[in-house]
């Protein structure tokens, strides 16, 4: 069904999006939090974060499949009759779009500055091991990101108004 069909769209659009602005935050947290520390012994150290996209499950690939295939018009029953990944609880899928996670990393640099006041006896001051240049170009990579799929959406909107024309 066409409605259906647009929804997915968007939706798809909308998970990359969620996707790429998580990735935005969570470098500009690792960013902000880059020369933080905590005091010795204490466990309140900024942990670096990272954010893990996850591919859509086959079966979610497959109902997605499905649904597309069955709102086609067939001239001959027996063309696309196989039953492409039929959900047995009649579940929709929502899009095909990423999803993600963000992990906390256990990555620490050690310095020595026995001035500092969280040094440890040794003089050494724990702070999280981020890569600043690293972090940059997560940010301009999920930017990139965030507006391809912005343009996604603007190519989807204007084929809609072009098809209400005819």
Known sequence: MLPDRLSSTFQTAAQGLALQRERISVASQNIAN?????????????????????????QKFLQVLS????????????????????DP??????????????SEQNNFR???????????ENGMVKYPDIDMVREMTEMVSAN???????????????????????
């Open 89 to 102: 609880n009649g579940k929709k899928a929502t899009g095909l779009g990423p999803d993600f996670q963000v």
């Open 110 to 120: 050690f310095e020595y500055d026995p001035n500092h006041p969280d040094a440890d």
């Open 144 to 166: 990139r990101l965030y507006e391809a799929n912005l343009s996604s959406i603007e190519a989807e909107k204007e084929i809609i108004k072009r098809s209400l024309e005819i």
């Open 34 to 58: 880059a020369q933080t520390s905590a005091p010795a012994g204490s466990e309140n150290v900024y942990r670096p974060k990272r954010v893990q996209s996850l591919a859509p499950d086959q």
């Open 67 to 86: 649904e597309s295939v069955s709102s086609l018009t067939r001239t001959n029953p027996k063309h696309m009759a196989t039953g492409v990944g039929n």
